[in-house]
């Protein structure tokens, strides 16, 4: 099941550090590779030489040590796949919650790029405590699994809530990660994102307010999720953020969106999540205009990509196609017509009358389909992205 995956495992100083090495063999045996990371209080409970043993592996402690030239805090995360960190003390999880980064294990939770999986292991009193409660809703908010800890008797002798969870307890919750984030993998996909440009003359152009953060968010999280993305931007006002199941064409009008498109086609998921420019210029010109000339624009429309996608053959048409609506009034009648007229699976509507959403990094969506609709509050772009996803896997 785990054939394949990289995962760091970070030892931090608690009792329940004897218990990490258990979980160290049972990831090998299911055929992860493990890299295993000691604090200074988890090197206090278990020697670097036993979880080398397990590992087959250096294991990694010190920030500045002789290695530091490779980078290792930024260099650990890139390589694996998932973090564990079992146990995972008050300690380490209020520096995450404050974005602190004093030795290895802290500076590595800080520039890492992957999901991180946590089992905490403490004293009752310490998991109960309010400031630790702050700091373990932080992280959770922040997109942290939590692997709780159980009730018994303690290593101090009291009982409570605080013993780690079992090995075999963390491994299914690995296994789980791992399971449910890749869900589209082996699906194509093509994702349009940001405004697409339409030329005056030589110097000047149309274009709207899209940010494409919206796009980006959503080609990530199609990757992330295991699909192959061709990502078919136009004018974007950040970089997508890079994963290697994202190729990134850049686009200019609608036109060049449309033969993009066309070229990254065939495809199992397509989602337009541009703002394609609904006219072009048909009285271009090559050569800057002059203003003594005075100016009169003449416009045709441009092609509708959504639509061209939707209503390709079967066969030809991926099998989930999902437009959106930034509609300022009407916005549920409009996104149910759009749905119909460009032969979507799933629209996702906004209200942008009072201008949210363009260049915000939150949005409050609406996804409509045949027979559903379907109202979330305001949440993050990447969290309407993970929505998505969500959908896409639950409607396969
Ligand atoms: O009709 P309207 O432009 O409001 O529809 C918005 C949806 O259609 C978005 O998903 C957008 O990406 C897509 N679209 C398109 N090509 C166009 C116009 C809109 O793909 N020319």
């Known amino acids: 099941m785990l054939s394949g995956k990289r995962i760091l495992i970070i030892i931090t100083g608690s009792i329940a550090a004897y218990k990490s090495l258990e979980l160290i063999r049972l990831l090998v045996k299911a055929g ?7 604090t200074r209080g988890g090197a206090a409970f278990v020697t670097p030489l036993s979880v080398e043993t397990l590992t087959g592996k250096p294991s990694h402690g010190k920030l500045w040590e002789k290695r530091s030239y490779e980078m290792n805090h930024i260099e650990l995360s890139r390589r694996s796949d998932l973090i564990v960190i079992a146990p995972a003390t008050a300690g380490i999880i209020g520096k995450m919650a ?8 802290s500076s590595v939770l800080l520039a890492r790029n992957k999901p991180v999986l946590l089992a905490p292991g403490m004293n009752t009193e310490m998991w109960e405590n309010a400031a630790f409660r702050r700091n373990l809703a932080q992280i959770q908010q922040d997109g942290a699994t939590i692997v709780p800890p159980q009730e018994d008797t303690l290593a101090c002798g009291e009982t409570g809530i605080g013993k780690m969870a079992e090995p075999q307890t963390i491994l299914a919750a690995i296994e789980a990660h791992f399971r449910s984030s890749q869900r589209l993998a082996d699906k194509k996909a093509i994702v349009t994102a940001g405004g697409t440009i339409e030329r005056i003359d030589s110097v000047r152009y149309l274009s709207n307010f899209s940010s494409g953060k919206q796009g980006n968010a959503i080609a990530l999280a199609l990757a992330q999720a295991g699909a192959q993305v061709t990502l078919v931007a136009g004018k974007v006002k950040e970089d997508p953020t890079p994963h290697p199941n994202i190729a990134i064409v850049h686009v200019e009008s609608a036109e060049d969106m449309k033969a993009a498109v066309e070229g990254a086609m065939p495809a199992d998921i397509f989602v ?6 609904d006219f072009s210029v048909s009285n271009k010109s090559d050569r800057k205009l002059k203003k003594e000339n005075g100016l009169t624009l003449q416009f045709e429309e441009t092609p509708d ?21 930034a509609e300022t009034d009407d916005l549920i009648a409009y996104a149910q017509k759009k749905l119909a007229e460009k032969n979507c ?10 201008g949210q959403v363009f260049g915000q990094d939150d949005n409050k969506a609406h996804f409509v389909t045949e027979d559903r609709i379907q109202a979330f509050d305001s949440m993050p772009k990447k969290d309407v992205a993970e929505k998505i996803v969500a959908w896409l896997a639950e409607t396969e």
């Open 345 to 354: 699976d799933l629209i996702v509507a906004n209200d942008v009358s009072k």
């Open 98 to 105: 404050n974005g602190l980064g004093d030795d290895l294990a």
């Open 272 to 277: 337009g999540c541009a703002a394609v420019s």
């Open 32 to 38: 992860a590779s493990v890299e295993g990371l000691l």
């Open 305 to 325: 990509i959504l639509k061209a996608v939707g209503e390709l053959p079967s066969g030809q048409r991926p099998s989930k196609v999902i437009g959106f609506a």
